[in-house]
């Protein structure tokens, strides 16, 4: 006896979470049945990525004996509660196209990144706002995981300054801040460096210390 495919639905694998740019722990499984609900096998499944940016293990894969289809979904690089969006479809069958969702999280910690860079001050002044810097992914999502402290200190020191402030701080949320920061000599080109355990440094971009206000700042001849 023939048995003629009629409706496709999820079988398995919908609503997983997993790191960006990591493959799901679970395949992604559709099932074809008769109109009584029996399984087809031989029907191929079509896959297709709709959003997120993932990729999939093939773009078709045929029903096995108890009807149902797999394929493996490798995340994209974002991450975001069901970012990834992947539709499973057979021509002519009730249910079709079929969703599935999966959400992204930040992989593993690898990088440091000045979010918010120092700001040009006066010398003696604080820094204002805050400079802030984020514990990244390789794909540049913030790592949202216990405190973990970082350290700045001056990078490029043309003026032979000293930096003074909160110059260690632990992240919220994977993003740590530091308030109060100067520097007591003015010049042009300062950076900061962020470090932390197990992770490379962090060079900011370079910026300037004024003179203070009121401090002398050039002579010029009147007369």
């Keep these: 006896m023939v ?5 496709l639905t999820v079988s398995a ?28 096998g031989g029907v191929h499944v079509d896959w297709h990525v709709r959003a ?4 999939l293990s093939t773009p078709s894969s045929a029903t096995d004996d108890q009807g149902l289809a797999a394929v493996v979904l490798t995340l994209g ?3 975001g509660t069901n970012a990834d969006t992947v539709e499973a479809s057979v021509a002519d069958l009730a249910g079709a196209p079929l969703l599935f969702t999966a959400s992204t999280v930040a992989g593993p910690a690898s990088q ?25 992914d390789a794909f540049g ?33 994977g993003v740590a801040s530091f308030s109060g920061l ?16 197990n992770l490379p440094a ?12 009121g401090a002398a700042a050039r002579i010029v001849i009147t007369t």
């Design 112 to 136: 440091l990144v000045f979010t918010r860079a120092p700001s040009p001050a006066a010398a003696g002044a604080p820094i204002v706002p805050a400079v802030q810097v984020s514990v990244e």
């Design 182 to 197: 100067t520097l007591d000599k003015p010049f042009a080109g300062y950076t900061l460096v962020a470090s932390a355990t």
């Design 141 to 173: 999502n913030v790592v949202v995981a216990p405190g973990a402290g970082i350290d700045l200190a001056l990078g490029a020191n043309p003026g032979g300054a000293t930096l003074s402030g909160q110059t260690h701080s632990s992240t919220l949320n």
């Design 52 to 55: 997120g940016g993932g990729f």
């Design 13 to 40: 694998g919908n609503a997983q979470t997993g790191a960006a740019g990591s493959a799901l722990a679970q395949p992604l499984v559709a099932f074809v049945t008769t109109a009584d609900g029996a399984p087809v």
């Design 202 to 213: 962090a060079t900011s971009v370079p910026f300037l210390v004024a003179p203070a206000a």
């Design 77 to 79: 690089t974002a991450a």
């Design 3 to 7: 048995l003629v495919p009629s409706g």
